[in-house]
């Protein structure tokens, strides 16, 4: 147990809710024939501590003005983020096996004219860095209280158009905007470090004049205590954690291992998923 906020946070409820978060996607991805799996373990952690301690929404009524609003910038890992909004009350768990089928609301990649939920569209990585600098502008605009969560991949961080919205939002003050970048150190087709070294992201982002910090990002109560931290800070300039994670984290068939970037997710893998998150229904947990 930590204790930040006043607020007892339950180290266990949120290891589940990330157990949940994980099995429930894989049961998406193994409906549609396969997905992003590696990138989806590796934010389970982030999704469960947004969603069950750390961000405003009320799921019967998703648009309501104002809120919290995430973008989840690498959009190909959708599936997860859908997870983390059945389980939080926005639409039926059943709705999961829809995943990117015909007349579907859940499209592999985040779509916000379809979804419940989704305060942003995204898939073509980088552009979700802009977008959500510019609600968090909105937001100040508009004196609006509330944060605006953005999460990048580490390979998307390859892209420029991250690092112009890194200029522009320490140029404008977004202390509105908390970003986690999932560090997981594989991208595509191999290792990020290998494709393009980014030496210490933390550090890059800290020279650009951004509040940062990396921390583990499978650790809930890291992950949370971070979170609270930022979402504290009014100190003019936008906050950047650096979640260090592993790819394909928490389910054994895939953590740590290669060419899990996409894959077929078969009834077999299906199958042994199953037992292995039985403990993610533990009823003594409340
Ligand atoms: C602009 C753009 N280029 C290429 C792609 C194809 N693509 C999808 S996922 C991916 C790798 C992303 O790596 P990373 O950000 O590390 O994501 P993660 O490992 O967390 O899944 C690429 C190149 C894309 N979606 N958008």
Redo the contacts with the bound molecule.
Sequence with gaps: MIFIMEKEIDRKKLELLAARIRLESIRAMHASGGG?V??CM??AEVLAVLYGGIMHYNPENPKAEPRDKLVLS????GPALYAALALSGFFPLEELLTLNKNGTRLPS?CDMRKTPGIDMTT?????GASTAAGLALGKKMKSEPGNVFLI??????D?GQVWEMVMFAKQRRLDNLITFV?L?H???DGY?EDICSMGGLCGRFTSFGWESCIINGNDVCAVYDAAAKAVLRHSGSPSCIVLDTV?GKGWSLTEGKTGI??MAVTDGMMAEAEKEFAFAFDKSVT
């Design positions: 992003h590696g990138g590796s934010i690498k959009g190909h890992c990649h898939g073509s990585l980088g552009q990048l991949g580490d390979g998307e961080c892209e999932d997981n594989q991208q595509l990020t790819k970037h996409h």
